[in-house]
Structures are given as structure tokens and as C-alpha cells.
């Protein structure tokens, strides 16, 4: 009885083996991973963003310089800008931010290219993000960020951007 005892437990563990290789190889357990693309990021900070006043039949629009963006060699690539900032607003609105994208002076499409803010009388904090497809290698791109308003009614319209910390995070397509 031993030997078949002894017998049993070896054909069990054999087949119990067999089991957990076959579902480790099906769950990819063992293979090499792929490789994620690599990501190029650029980082900037402005104490003092982008402006727009807006009062009567006068108005002005206060612009920060843009990001200068080389890409390497490779495949097309994408971008995620993601803009991080505080704001303070004063009338109605609307108030939006904008992102513009310029390759050798021409625009570059970006999605969306500008996004709505809500009324902030007092100091409130917002984070956006888009998305630029289609990025040639070997290029150089400028990115640009903006917020805006309308002409208001009595009073006018205002916003104000403070400690604007912009990222772009470009990676192949």
C-alpha cells in the first residue's frame, strides 16, 4: 500500500505542477514585459500666468513666454500638457484657458484647445489637461498658454493666474 500511496501523491503532484506552470505561462508569468515607450517631459513655472482684463471698450491680455519643445529621433509622438494653477476672477465670465501649439509658425491641432473655468471671486485652484497628437520627430514646437474672457457688463471681466506649473509629457504614438 505504500508504494501505491507513494505512487498517488507523485502522479498528484505531478499534474498539480503541470497546473500551476500552464496558468502561470497563460498570465504571461515568466515572459518578458514589454518595454513602455519613453517619456520626454518638460516642466515649467510662471509665479505670475497669464492675465486678461477686460473693461468698457478697453482690454488687455497679459501672455507668459512659451515652452520651447525639441523632440528626438523616432516615431510621431503625442502630448499631454497639464496646466496646474490658482485663479481669482471678477465679473460674469465667461473665463476660459487656451492652449496653442506652433510648429515653424504654423498651428498644430490640439485637443481641446481651450476649456471653460467657473467664476472664482476669491482665490480657488484649477487643473486642465490636452492632448497633441501627431508631433513630428526631429521638431521643435512651441506651446502656449492663455486664459481669456469677454468684455462684461458694468465692471467688466478679469481673470488672473498665480504659481502656473505647466508639464508636457511627450511620448511615441
Known amino acids: 500500500m505504500t508504494r501505491r ?34 517619456v520626454q517631459r518638460v516642466q ?4 505670475e500666468g497669464p492675465s486678461a482684463v477686460y473693461s468698457g471698450d478697453a482690454g488687455g491680455i497679459g501672455e507668459v513666454s512659451p515652452i520651447v519643445v525639441s523632440l528626438p529621433d523616432g516615431g510621431d509622438r503625442s502630448a499631454v500638457v497639464t ?3 490658482e485663479y481669482r476672477t471678477h ?9 496653442g501649439v506652433k510648429h515653424a509658425g504654423a498651428k ?24 497633441v497628437p501627431g508631433l513630428a520627430p526631429n521638431e ?13 457688463g458694468p465692471g467688466g471681466n478679469a481673470i488672473r493666474t498665480h504659481k502656473v506649473v505647466v508639464t508636457i509629457d511627450v511620448s511615441e504614438s
Open 91 to 99: 465679473g460674469d465670465g465667461p473665463f476660459i484657458t487656451t492652449l
Open 108 to 131: 498644430v491641432a490640439v485637443q481641446p484647445s481651450r476649456l471653460t473655468l467657473a467664476p472664482a471671486p476669491t482665490t480657488d485652484t484649477a487643473t486642465v489637461r490636452a492632448l
Open 44 to 47: 515649467r513655472y510662471y509665479l
Open 140 to 152: 521643435t514646437y512651441k506651446f502656449f498658454i492663455g486664459v481669456n474672457s469677454v468684455f462684461g
Open 5 to 38: 500511496r507513494t505512487l498517488v501523491l507523485s502522479a498528484a503532484t505531478a499534474v498539480t505542477a503541470a497546473a500551476v506552470f500552464a496558468s502561470g505561462a497563460a498570465i504571461g508569468v515568466g515572459r518578458s514585459a514589454e518595454v513602455p515607450s519613453p
Open 83 to 85: 496646466m496646474s494653477f
